[in-house]
């Protein structure tokens, strides 16, 4: 068995008193009156004992003052050894230090700051890395041509004649956005179902706005489809009333904005006057002469009629 185990564990009495020598060194160390009462004391092996006190100092609460004090083999003076400020049973402290890249949160990137990923980044993984063009003696057939003029006349506004530039043969550059072929890395199916469990937290069937709306948003005509397989479940709402709008939905959440959950009647059409008050008819003061049902005479046929 080891020295240091037969050690006794029972404070030395001469170390034990010497209370005035550590207060005096803990105040020496510390600002006037930040040194409180004294809390106890603590044997650290033979003839060396920790005398602790209570710190004033604001901001550390349940902190205190740990003086120790030591006593050589046979002597009767007892001579200080450090004066330290340690935490406390119920001292506040401050949260475990976290490195950036796991405590940084969704919506802390700013405009103009940079995250940096990992090259082990679960959540990507390599991409297509091959040549976007065919070699240039490689034969390229009249239909795989006329494609790509077509392409690259949909990627730049004109015809190839006008382009500043004249369009290379067998360019698949609009197909290679699209797929993905030019990044160096691409989501791995990691990254995916991260991305879909966050999205579906947030705007999910699970969530109260989806619970109460009347219909999902796979039949809602505000839904603009994504692509890839992320397009199996999720969409872009596109209601700018809707409480998601502009942001990656489920297919099965829902709102009270459903394009189809509150349809507004039409506006009653009035029925066509039978009087049309709207045109004026001539009334003529004076009537036409041969307008009336009897014909118009001479003045002989009058007076044999008796006519006047």
Not at 28 to 56: I, N, Q, Y
Request: with cysteine; glycine share 10%; net charge negative.
């Amino acid at each position: 068995m080891s020295a240091a185990t037969t050690r006794s564990r029972t404070p030395d009495r001469l170390c034990a008193e010497a209370v005035d020598l550590a207060r005096a060194a803990a105040e020496e160390a510390a600002a006037p009156g930040v040194v409180g009462e004294h809390s106890g004391l603590v044997s650290e092996g033979d003839r060396v004992v920790t005398h602790f006190f209570e710190c004033k100092e604001l901001g550390y609460r349940g902190w205190r003052w740990a003086v120790t004090v030591a006593r050589a083999s046979r002597a009767k003076v007892v001579t200080l050894d450090e004066v330290v400020l340690l935490p406390g049973p119920d001292a506040l402290l401050a949260p475990e230090w976290v490195p950036w890249s796991e405590r940084l949160r969704p919506g802390d990137l700013g405009p103009g700051d940079l995250l940096p990923t990992d090259q082990d980044d679960l959540r990507l993984e390599p991409g297509y890395t091959g040549e976007d063009q065919p070699p240039a003696d490689s034969a390229v057939s009249e239909e795989m041509a006329e494609l790509a003029e077509a392409e690259d006349a949909d990627v730049s506004p004109g015809t190839p004649a006008v382009q500043p530039t004249v369009p290379m043969r067998g360019s698949i550059a609009s197909v290679a956005e699209e797929l993905g072929l030019r990044r160096a890395r691409v989501l791995s199916r990691y990254g995916l179902h991260s991305a879909a469990d966050r999205w579906e937290e947030a705007f999910g069937p699970k969530t109260p706005m989806a619970q109460a709306a009347p219909a999902t948003c796979l039949t809602c005509g505000f839904l603009a489809p994504i692509g890839g397989s992320l397009g199996q479940a999720f969409g872009v709402c596109a209601n700018e009333f809707a409480p998601a709008d502009g942001r990656v939905v489920s297919l099965a959440y829902g709102c009270g904005g459903h394009s189809e959950a509150a349809v507004m009647p039409k506006p009653p059409q009035p029925a066509a006057p039978v009087i049309d008050e709207t045109r004026v008819e001539p009334f003529p003061l004076h009537p036409a002469r041969d307008s009336g049902s009897v014909p118009e005479t001479t003045d002989a046929e009058t007076a044999e009629l008796g006519h006047s």
